[in-house]
């Protein structure tokens, strides 16, 4: 189980963050009105916190290796759902950002993305 769940973190980071490098722009607005409607926020948290809650259950590694980056990933998730959950108010820092602003942080963000990802899945299939 811990494999399958090595690969998808893998492939889901690959994915968005390339999707996030490519279509910046497309993501910064879909955020944005994200943020203005309760009911996909609504959704997309209860969503993060059940990945989150599988994540730490199915792979809770604390070992010296790559691994332990799918085991971080997972509390994360878990962590950042359960505060947005608690303070959803945070999230209204993002919908004031200039449209440069939210395409910046994104490309960064998906480039950091796009290197979890690529290692995780390279390492998950030396295994």
């Not at 090595?6 to 980071?13: D, K, Y």
């Not at 916190?49 to 997972?74: S, Y």
Request: aromatic share 14%.
């Amino acid at each position: 189980m811990e494999h399958g769940i090595e690969v998808a973190t893998g492939a889901f980071l690959l994915s968005f963050g390339l999707s996030f490098l490519i279509n910046a722009t497309f993501w910064g607005n879909a955020f944005k009105r994200m943020y203005s409607d309760s009911h996909h926020l609504f959704t997309l948290l209860t969503l993060l916190l059940i990945c989150g809650v599988l994540m730490v259950m199915g792979h809770n590694l604390w070992v010296a290796d790559w691994r332990v980056l799918v085991t971080i990933v997972g509390w994360a998730v878990l962590l950042e759902s359960i505060a947005l959950i608690l303070a959803p108010q945070i999230l209204s820092i993002y919908a004031n950002w200039s449209d440069k602003t939210m395409k910046t942080w994104l490309r960064f963000g998906g480039t950091l993305w796009v290197v979890l990802g690529g290692v995780v899945i390279y390492c998950s299939h030396l295994r």
